[in-house]
Structures are given as structure tokens and as C-alpha cells.
């Protein structure tokens, strides 16, 4: 069973960064296509990003296009999500997700909070 490990989400001031984390395991990473989502207090879950698993084809949602970067390490089965330039409005759960299509996933992780302060 495909396991989602999320890490790095916290506190931080308008303008600043954060590198979020997502260790796989339980199946094999380099078949698989990886995205993330979020979120919002009180809102539906968004698209974010998407990486196909080779690393070669990336997409994003709008909100985030220019300021956000996912990669991926396939040696450390590990997904990444580069965020810069943050918002308050990207505040959020955010979550890692894999499968076949980056934005119809078929595994989800529990989200790790990115709080982003005005």
C-alpha cells in the first residue's frame, strides 16, 4: 500500500519561502506520477502542481505559477514543493498525492499546514 509522508509546513511572513517534503513509500516512485494540493480554511481542495515521474513534465495551478517549483528526487523517493514569494492567501493543508494522472490521484497524504502571516 502506497504510503504519503509530508514534512516541512509552518509559520511564516508574507514574501517568504518554504520547501515542503513527501517521502513515498509502498510502491514504485519512479512509475508514478506525483502532485500537490491544498486546501483552504474553510474552502475546497486546489490543484497545485503536478510532476510526471520521470521529472520531465510539470504543471500548476494559476495561483501559484511563477512562484512555485516541484521536483522530485527519484533516488530518494521524494517529491518536493519549492514555495516563494508566499501569500496569505496560500495558506493552507497542504497535501501530497500520487497515481496515474497528477490531478485524479489515487493516494493521499494527511497534509502538513503552511500558515503564511500578513
Known amino acids: 500500500q502506497v504510503h504519503l509522508a509530508e514534512s516541512g509546513g509552518g509559520l511564516v511572513q508574507a514574501g517568504g519561502s518554504l520547501r515542503l517534503s513527501c517521502l513515498f513509500s509502498?510502491?514504485?516512485?519512479?512509475?508514478?506520477?506525483m502532485a500537490w494540493f491544498r486546501q483552504p480554511p474553510g474552502k475546497g481542495r486546489e490543484y497545485v502542481a503536478g510532476i510526471s515521474w520521470s521529472g520531465s513534465s510539470t504543471s500548476y495551478g494559476d495561483s501559484v505559477k511563477g512562484r512555485f517549483t516541484i521536483s522530485r528526487d527519484n533516488a530518494k523517493d521524494t517529491v518536493y514543493l519549492e514555495m516563494n514569494s508566499l501569500k496569505p492567501e496560500d495558506t493552507a493543508v497542504y497535501f501530497c498525492?500520487?497515481?496515474?494522472?497528477?490531478?485524479?490521484?489515487?493516494?493521499w497524504g494527511l497534509g502538513t499546514q503552511v500558515t503564511v502571516s500578513s
Open positions: 498525492a500520487a497515481g496515474i494522472l497528477a490531478k485524479d490521484p489515487d493516494y
Open positions: 509502498g510502491g514504485t516512485f519512479d512509475e508514478t506520477t
